[in-house]
DNA sequence: AGCCTTTGACCAGCG
DNA sequence: TCGCTGGTCAAAGGC
Protein backbone atom coordinates (compact mmCIF):
# COMPACT_ATOMS: atom_id res chain seq x y z
CA UNK A 1 0.00 0.00 0.00
CA UNK A 2 2.27 2.28 -0.35
CA UNK A 3 2.86 5.01 -2.67
CA UNK A 4 6.04 5.88 -3.32
CA UNK A 5 7.75 9.16 -5.30
CA UNK A 6 11.23 8.45 -6.15
CA UNK A 7 13.56 10.97 -6.97
CA UNK A 8 16.99 9.99 -8.14
CA UNK A 9 19.33 12.31 -6.38
CA UNK A 10 22.99 12.62 -6.92
CA UNK A 11 24.68 11.42 -4.03
CA UNK A 12 27.43 13.43 -3.54
CA UNK A 13 27.06 14.67 -0.40
CA UNK A 14 28.94 13.97 2.57
CA UNK A 15 26.88 11.79 4.83
CA UNK A 16 23.84 13.10 6.38
CA UNK A 17 22.20 11.87 9.41
CA UNK A 18 18.17 11.90 8.63
CA UNK A 19 15.50 11.18 10.83
CA UNK A 20 11.75 10.33 11.07
CA UNK A 21 9.76 10.03 13.20
CA UNK A 22 6.65 9.06 13.10
CA UNK A 23 5.01 9.72 16.29
CA UNK A 24 6.94 12.46 17.47
CA UNK A 25 6.84 14.66 19.86
CA UNK A 26 8.64 17.43 19.96
CA UNK A 27 10.20 17.21 23.05
CA UNK A 28 12.22 14.57 21.18
CA UNK A 29 14.23 12.80 22.91
CA UNK A 30 16.41 11.52 20.58
CA UNK A 31 17.61 14.74 19.52
CA UNK A 32 21.47 14.33 19.58
CA UNK A 33 23.26 17.21 20.75
CA UNK A 34 23.78 20.07 18.41
CA UNK A 35 22.35 22.98 17.40
CA UNK A 36 19.09 23.18 17.21
CA UNK A 37 16.41 24.57 15.19
CA UNK A 38 13.14 24.81 16.52
CA UNK A 39 10.65 26.20 14.00
CA UNK A 40 7.50 27.20 15.19
CA UNK A 41 4.26 27.67 13.72
CA UNK A 42 2.12 29.94 14.26
CA UNK A 43 -0.73 27.77 16.00
CA UNK A 44 -3.33 29.49 14.23
CA UNK A 45 -3.63 26.98 11.73
CA UNK A 46 -7.72 26.44 11.72
CA UNK A 47 -7.69 23.15 10.19
CA UNK A 48 -6.78 20.41 12.99
CA UNK A 49 -4.72 18.47 10.72
CA UNK A 50 -2.83 20.58 8.60
CA UNK A 51 0.54 19.96 7.76
CA UNK A 52 3.70 21.83 7.70
CA UNK A 53 6.60 21.47 6.20
CA UNK A 54 9.57 22.64 6.93
CA UNK A 55 12.65 22.18 4.63
CA UNK A 56 15.99 23.50 5.71
CA UNK A 57 18.53 24.06 3.15
CA UNK A 58 20.90 21.61 2.67
CA UNK A 59 18.74 19.20 3.75
CA UNK A 60 19.11 15.49 1.92
CA UNK A 61 16.40 14.21 1.93
CA UNK A 62 15.81 11.34 4.38
CA UNK A 63 14.80 8.73 1.54
CA UNK A 64 16.42 10.18 -0.67
CA UNK A 65 19.99 10.00 -0.91
CA UNK A 66 22.01 12.44 -2.33
CA UNK A 67 21.88 15.69 -0.60
CA UNK A 68 20.28 18.71 -1.63
CA UNK A 69 20.62 21.36 -2.24
CA UNK A 70 19.43 24.27 -0.75
CA UNK A 71 19.18 27.75 -0.46
CA UNK A 72 20.44 29.37 2.03
CA UNK A 73 19.24 29.49 5.15
CA UNK A 74 18.30 32.73 7.31
CA UNK A 75 19.40 32.71 10.73
CA UNK A 76 18.20 35.45 12.89
CA UNK A 77 18.76 35.09 16.53
CA UNK A 78 15.83 34.20 17.98
CA UNK A 79 14.79 34.81 21.85
CA UNK A 80 14.62 32.12 23.09
CA UNK A 81 16.45 29.53 21.74
CA UNK A 82 19.43 30.85 19.98
CA UNK A 83 19.12 31.68 16.46
CA UNK A 84 15.94 31.63 14.87
CA UNK A 85 15.63 30.93 11.11
CA UNK A 86 13.34 32.48 9.50
CA UNK A 87 13.32 30.20 6.22
CA UNK A 88 11.26 30.89 3.63
CA UNK A 89 8.17 29.03 3.85
CA UNK A 90 6.49 27.31 1.06
CA UNK A 91 3.05 26.85 2.02
CA UNK A 92 0.83 24.73 0.28
CA UNK A 93 -2.74 23.61 1.41
CA UNK A 94 -4.62 20.96 0.29
CA UNK A 95 -8.33 20.73 1.14
CA UNK A 96 -8.80 21.99 4.60
CA UNK A 97 -4.74 21.20 4.76
CA UNK A 98 -1.94 23.13 4.83
CA UNK A 99 1.61 22.75 3.94
CA UNK A 100 4.47 24.81 4.85
CA UNK A 101 7.74 24.24 3.89
CA UNK A 102 10.53 26.23 4.75
CA UNK A 103 14.31 25.33 4.26
CA UNK A 104 16.37 26.01 7.05
CA UNK A 105 19.55 24.69 7.15
CA UNK A 106 22.04 25.61 4.94
CA UNK A 107 24.49 22.68 3.69
CA UNK A 108 26.31 23.05 1.08
CA UNK A 109 25.62 20.76 -1.17
CA UNK A 110 26.65 19.45 -4.16
CA UNK A 111 24.18 18.93 -5.85
CA UNK A 112 23.91 16.79 -8.88
CA UNK A 113 22.01 18.87 -11.09
CA UNK A 114 19.97 17.74 -12.90
CA UNK A 115 20.68 14.17 -13.10
CA UNK A 116 18.14 12.27 -12.68
CA UNK A 117 15.04 12.53 -11.07
CA UNK A 118 12.71 10.36 -10.93
CA UNK A 119 9.74 10.54 -9.30
CA UNK A 120 7.49 7.57 -8.89
CA UNK A 121 4.49 7.96 -7.42
CA UNK A 122 2.56 4.80 -6.69
CA UNK A 123 -0.68 5.58 -6.34
CA UNK A 124 -2.83 3.68 -4.93
CA UNK A 125 -6.09 4.61 -4.55
CA UNK A 126 -7.50 7.08 -6.97
CA UNK A 127 -5.82 10.38 -6.97
CA UNK A 128 -8.26 13.17 -7.14
CA UNK A 129 -7.21 16.67 -7.38
CA UNK A 130 -7.45 18.45 -4.30
CA UNK A 131 -8.85 21.71 -3.85
CA UNK A 132 -6.30 23.28 -2.35
CA UNK A 133 -6.31 25.58 -0.19
CA UNK A 134 -3.30 28.13 0.88
CA UNK A 135 -2.42 29.24 3.60
CA UNK A 136 0.38 30.69 4.89
CA UNK A 137 1.95 30.10 8.45
CA UNK A 138 5.46 31.37 8.99
CA UNK A 139 7.42 29.21 11.32
CA UNK A 140 10.21 30.08 12.97
CA UNK A 141 13.39 28.05 12.86
CA UNK A 142 15.05 28.69 16.40
CA UNK A 143 18.61 26.55 16.16
CA UNK A 144 19.73 25.34 19.20
CA UNK A 145 23.08 23.52 19.22
CA UNK A 146 22.43 20.44 17.02
CA UNK A 147 18.75 19.76 17.92
CA UNK A 148 16.34 21.24 16.41
CA UNK A 149 12.94 21.46 17.26
CA UNK A 150 9.97 22.44 14.95
CA UNK A 151 7.20 23.01 15.95
CA UNK A 152 4.59 23.77 13.51
CA UNK A 153 0.97 24.80 14.05
CA UNK A 154 -0.09 24.31 17.32
CA UNK A 155 -0.19 20.36 17.30
CA UNK A 156 3.12 20.07 14.67
CA UNK A 157 6.79 20.25 16.18
CA UNK A 158 9.13 19.41 14.71
CA UNK A 159 12.55 18.49 16.14
CA UNK A 160 15.65 17.81 14.04
CA UNK A 161 19.31 16.71 15.22
CA UNK A 162 22.57 18.11 13.47
CA UNK A 163 25.24 16.10 14.16
CA UNK A 164 28.37 17.27 13.87
CA UNK A 165 29.75 17.58 10.36
CA UNK A 166 27.05 15.28 8.94
CA UNK A 167 23.87 16.34 9.87
CA UNK A 168 21.53 14.82 11.39
CA UNK A 169 17.92 15.77 11.78
CA UNK A 170 15.35 14.75 13.53
CA UNK A 171 12.10 15.83 12.99
CA UNK A 172 9.20 15.14 15.82
CA UNK A 173 5.65 16.17 15.20
CA UNK A 174 3.24 16.40 17.55
CA UNK A 175 0.27 14.42 18.05
CA UNK A 176 -2.20 15.62 15.38
CA UNK A 177 0.15 15.93 12.78
CA UNK A 178 1.89 12.75 10.97
CA UNK A 179 4.07 13.70 8.90
CA UNK A 180 6.63 11.67 6.14
CA UNK A 181 8.99 13.44 5.00
CA UNK A 182 11.12 12.19 1.81
CA UNK A 183 13.14 14.23 0.20
CA UNK A 184 14.98 13.85 -2.84
CA UNK A 185 17.70 15.59 -3.94
CA UNK A 186 18.40 16.84 -7.32
CA UNK A 187 19.48 13.28 -8.60
CA UNK A 188 17.05 10.80 -7.65
CA UNK A 189 16.23 8.94 -4.92
CA UNK A 190 13.35 7.56 -3.41
CA UNK A 191 11.55 8.67 -0.58
CA UNK A 192 9.65 7.14 1.16
CA UNK A 193 8.55 7.19 4.80
CA UNK A 194 6.77 5.33 6.68
CA UNK A 195 3.86 5.90 8.32
CA UNK A 196 2.91 6.01 11.44
CA UNK A 197 0.27 6.71 12.78
CA UNK A 198 -2.45 5.41 13.75
CA UNK A 199 -2.52 1.70 15.38
CA UNK A 200 -4.65 0.99 13.07
CA UNK A 201 -3.44 2.35 10.21
CA UNK A 202 -0.12 2.78 10.73
CA UNK A 203 2.00 1.84 8.03
CA UNK A 204 3.99 -1.18 8.56
CA UNK A 205 7.18 -1.26 7.31
CA UNK A 206 8.39 -3.35 5.08
CA UNK A 207 7.35 -6.59 6.23
CA UNK A 208 11.39 -6.54 6.01
CA UNK A 209 13.09 -6.36 9.08
CA UNK A 210 11.51 -9.34 10.70
CA UNK A 211 12.23 -12.14 8.15
CA UNK A 212 15.22 -13.40 7.81
CA UNK A 213 16.26 -14.40 4.52
CA UNK A 214 13.41 -11.80 2.78
CA UNK A 215 14.21 -8.90 1.47
CA UNK A 216 14.36 -6.92 3.94
CA UNK A 217 13.03 -3.18 2.84
CA UNK A 218 12.83 -1.65 6.09
CA UNK A 219 11.27 1.55 5.42
CA UNK A 220 10.60 1.02 2.01
CA UNK A 221 12.71 3.66 0.64
CA UNK A 222 13.47 2.06 -2.47
CA UNK A 223 16.96 0.82 -1.25
CA UNK A 224 18.05 -2.56 0.28
CA UNK A 225 19.28 -2.49 3.72
CA UNK A 226 20.83 -5.68 5.46
CA UNK A 227 20.38 -4.88 9.07
CA UNK A 228 22.95 -5.41 11.27
CA UNK A 229 21.93 -4.99 14.93
CA UNK A 230 19.44 -3.95 17.39
CA UNK A 231 19.53 -2.47 20.45
CA UNK A 232 17.26 -1.52 23.27
CA UNK A 233 18.13 2.63 23.29
CA UNK A 234 17.72 3.90 26.81
CA UNK A 235 15.01 6.39 26.28
CA UNK A 236 13.23 4.94 23.31
CA UNK A 237 10.35 3.19 24.15
CA UNK A 238 11.36 1.07 21.10
CA UNK A 239 13.97 -1.44 20.26
CA UNK A 240 16.51 0.36 17.90
CA UNK A 241 17.40 -1.52 14.28
CA UNK A 242 20.05 -0.53 12.54
CA UNK A 243 20.27 -1.23 8.67
CA UNK A 244 23.00 -1.30 6.20
CA UNK A 245 23.01 -0.48 2.74
CA UNK A 246 23.56 -3.41 1.08
CA UNK A 247 25.29 -1.59 -1.81
CA UNK A 248 28.89 -2.61 -1.88
CA UNK A 249 30.44 0.80 -2.21
CA UNK A 250 27.95 2.46 -0.15
CA UNK A 251 27.78 3.28 3.78
CA UNK A 252 24.69 4.56 4.29
CA UNK A 253 22.92 3.58 7.14
CA UNK A 254 19.57 3.78 8.94
CA UNK A 255 18.19 3.25 12.32
CA UNK A 256 14.68 2.20 12.81
CA UNK A 257 12.33 2.69 15.54
CA UNK A 258 9.09 0.30 15.70
CA UNK A 259 6.17 0.00 17.72
CA UNK A 260 5.69 -3.47 18.13
CA UNK A 261 2.94 -2.92 16.16
CA UNK A 262 5.65 -2.64 13.40
CA UNK A 263 4.87 1.09 12.94
CA UNK A 264 7.72 3.07 12.94
CA UNK A 265 8.35 5.38 15.27
CA UNK A 266 11.42 6.52 14.25
CA UNK A 267 13.71 6.51 11.28
CA UNK A 268 17.02 8.13 10.94
CA UNK A 269 19.17 7.90 7.72
CA UNK A 270 22.85 8.70 7.68
CA UNK A 271 25.07 9.11 4.66
CA UNK A 272 24.38 9.48 1.12
CA UNK A 273 23.66 6.51 -0.94
CA UNK A 274 26.65 6.81 -3.71
CA UNK A 275 24.58 4.80 -6.16
CA UNK A 276 21.26 5.39 -7.88
CA UNK A 277 18.39 3.68 -6.07
CA UNK A 278 17.79 -0.16 -7.07
CA UNK A 279 14.48 -1.03 -9.34
CA UNK A 280 12.79 -3.29 -7.25
CA UNK A 281 10.69 -4.15 -9.94
CA UNK A 282 11.04 -2.13 -12.46
CA UNK A 283 13.41 0.44 -13.38
CA UNK A 284 12.94 3.64 -13.37
CA UNK A 285 13.07 5.80 -16.69
CA UNK A 286 16.20 8.06 -17.90
CA UNK A 287 16.92 10.13 -14.99
CA UNK A 288 15.85 13.60 -16.39
CA UNK A 289 11.81 12.02 -16.85
CA UNK A 290 10.08 12.27 -14.13
CA UNK A 291 8.16 9.29 -14.15
CA UNK A 292 9.21 6.19 -13.69
CA UNK A 293 8.40 3.75 -16.07
CA UNK A 294 5.31 1.96 -14.33
CA UNK A 295 2.28 2.73 -15.84
CA UNK A 296 0.53 3.35 -12.76
CA UNK A 297 2.76 6.56 -12.57
CA UNK A 298 2.24 7.77 -15.91
CA UNK A 299 -1.54 7.85 -14.71
CA UNK A 300 -0.79 9.75 -11.95
CA UNK A 301 1.44 11.98 -13.44
CA UNK A 302 -0.71 13.17 -15.66
CA UNK A 303 -2.90 14.19 -13.21
CA UNK A 304 -0.54 15.61 -11.10
CA UNK A 305 0.11 17.93 -13.48
CA UNK A 306 -3.01 19.07 -14.00
CA UNK A 307 -4.41 21.89 -12.51
CA UNK A 308 -5.50 22.33 -9.36
CA UNK A 309 -2.19 20.66 -8.10
CA UNK A 310 -0.78 24.21 -9.64
CA UNK A 311 -2.35 25.33 -7.05
CA UNK A 312 -0.59 23.70 -4.45
CA UNK A 313 2.87 24.22 -6.84
CA UNK A 314 2.11 27.53 -7.08
CA UNK A 315 3.21 28.22 -3.55
CA UNK A 316 6.09 26.73 -4.12
CA UNK A 317 6.87 28.16 -7.40
CA UNK A 318 6.47 31.51 -5.67
CA UNK A 319 8.91 30.74 -3.63
CA UNK A 320 11.91 31.52 -5.89
CA UNK A 321 14.44 31.05 -3.02
CA UNK A 322 13.94 27.85 -3.47
CA UNK A 323 14.66 27.64 -7.03
CA UNK A 324 18.25 25.81 -6.43
CA UNK A 325 17.02 23.97 -3.35
CA UNK A 326 16.22 20.34 -5.13
CA UNK A 327 14.49 18.66 -2.18
CA UNK A 328 11.99 15.69 -2.25
CA UNK A 329 9.96 14.90 0.60
CA UNK A 330 7.08 12.80 1.36
CA UNK A 331 4.28 12.41 3.90
CA UNK A 332 2.45 10.03 4.60
CA UNK A 333 -0.08 8.94 6.70
CA UNK A 334 -1.10 6.42 8.09
CA UNK A 335 -2.28 3.76 5.51
CA UNK A 336 -1.44 5.91 2.56
CA UNK A 337 1.30 8.40 1.67
CA UNK A 338 2.09 11.70 0.95
CA UNK A 339 5.03 12.77 -0.97
CA UNK A 340 6.14 15.85 -1.43
CA UNK A 341 9.23 16.42 -4.24
CA UNK A 342 10.84 19.65 -4.37
CA UNK A 343 13.02 19.74 -7.15
CA UNK A 344 14.39 22.55 -8.59
CA UNK A 345 13.26 21.20 -11.33
CA UNK A 346 10.17 19.44 -10.72
CA UNK A 347 8.37 19.77 -7.60
CA UNK A 348 6.07 17.41 -6.45
CA UNK A 349 3.65 16.65 -3.82
CA UNK A 350 0.83 14.27 -3.42
CA UNK A 351 -1.29 12.92 -0.33
CA UNK A 352 -3.62 10.12 -0.27
CA UNK A 353 -5.66 11.44 2.44
CA UNK A 354 -5.28 9.87 5.40
CA UNK A 355 -5.47 11.20 8.65
CA UNK A 356 -3.09 10.76 10.68
CA UNK A 357 -2.78 11.03 14.07
CA UNK A 358 0.71 10.34 14.82
CA UNK A 359 3.11 12.43 13.41
CA UNK A 360 5.97 11.53 11.85
CA UNK A 361 9.63 12.65 12.47
CA UNK A 362 12.23 12.87 9.60
CA UNK A 363 15.59 13.95 10.22
CA UNK A 364 18.44 13.72 7.68
CA UNK A 365 21.97 14.99 8.07
CA UNK A 366 21.24 18.04 5.80
CA UNK A 367 18.07 18.52 7.24
CA UNK A 368 15.05 18.20 5.99
CA UNK A 369 12.20 17.79 7.37
CA UNK A 370 8.07 17.02 6.55
CA UNK A 371 5.70 17.31 8.79
CA UNK A 372 2.33 15.89 7.36
CA UNK A 373 -0.99 16.01 9.18
CA UNK A 374 -3.72 14.37 8.40
CA UNK A 375 -6.52 16.10 6.93
CA UNK A 376 -10.00 15.46 8.29
CA UNK A 377 -11.45 16.70 4.73
CA UNK A 378 -9.24 14.58 3.04
CA UNK A 379 -10.36 11.47 3.86
CA UNK A 380 -10.22 9.00 1.02
CA UNK A 381 -8.45 11.37 -1.08
CA UNK A 382 -5.45 11.20 -2.98
CA UNK A 383 -3.92 14.12 -4.64
CA UNK A 384 -0.92 14.71 -6.34
CA UNK A 385 0.75 17.53 -7.78
CA UNK A 386 3.48 17.60 -9.61
CA UNK A 387 4.95 20.48 -11.50
CA UNK A 388 8.03 20.97 -13.50
CA UNK A 389 10.18 23.87 -13.05
CA UNK A 390 12.30 25.27 -16.02
CA UNK A 391 15.93 25.19 -14.94
C1' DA B 1 24.23 -20.80 -2.51
C1' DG B 2 23.22 -16.39 -1.37
C1' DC B 3 21.30 -13.07 1.31
C1' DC B 4 19.16 -11.76 5.29
C1' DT B 5 17.75 -11.64 10.34
C1' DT B 6 18.78 -12.75 14.96
C1' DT B 7 21.46 -12.15 18.88
C1' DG B 8 25.08 -11.87 22.22
C1' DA B 9 29.51 -10.06 22.45
C1' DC B 10 32.59 -6.54 21.55
C1' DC B 11 34.10 -1.78 20.97
C1' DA B 12 34.32 3.19 21.53
C1' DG B 13 32.87 7.48 23.52
C1' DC B 14 31.59 9.86 27.52
C1' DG B 15 30.81 11.27 32.32
C1' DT C 1 39.67 3.83 35.38
C1' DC C 2 35.01 2.27 35.65
C1' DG C 3 30.52 1.82 34.17
C1' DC C 4 27.00 3.10 31.06
C1' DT C 5 25.29 3.54 26.54
C1' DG C 6 24.97 3.32 21.70
C1' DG C 7 26.75 1.27 17.69
C1' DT C 8 28.86 -2.60 15.31
C1' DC C 9 30.57 -7.31 14.60
C1' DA C 10 30.03 -11.83 13.42
C1' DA C 11 28.41 -16.54 14.24
C1' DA C 12 24.31 -19.11 13.70
C1' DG C 13 20.42 -20.09 11.43
C1' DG C 14 16.27 -19.27 8.22
C1' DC C 15 14.28 -18.68 3.81
ZN1 LIG D 1 23.26 2.94 -0.71
Known amino acids: MEEQILA ?55 LLEPPILLSDVKAEPSPTTGSLIKPQAIHASVASSTFSATALCSNAFDDTPSSSFEFRPYPRSNMAPA ?6 SEPFLQIQGEEQTVSFNSSTSVKSEMVGASNELSLSLPVHAAASVTTAPADVDVVELNQ ?17 GGTSVPSD ?3 NWRKYGLKHVKGSEFPRSYFKCTHPDCAVKKKIER ?22 RRRYTSANNIMSGQEERSDKVSSLTGGDGKSGMHILA ?8 VVGFSTMCLAKKTHIFTNRHVV ?13 KVSFGSIIFIVCTAF ?14 AE
Open 259 to 280: SHDGQIAEIIYKGSHVHPRPQP
Open 196 to 212: IGNPNSGIQLGQSDQKG
Open 376 to 389: SNYQGRSQEILEGA
Open 348 to 360: AYSFHQQHRENPI
Open 8 to 62: SSSSSAAAATQHVQPTCDSSGSSAAAGARYKLVAPAELPISRSACITIPPGLSPP
Open 131 to 136: ELNHQR
Open 318 to 325: NQSDFRDI
Open 221 to 223: DGY
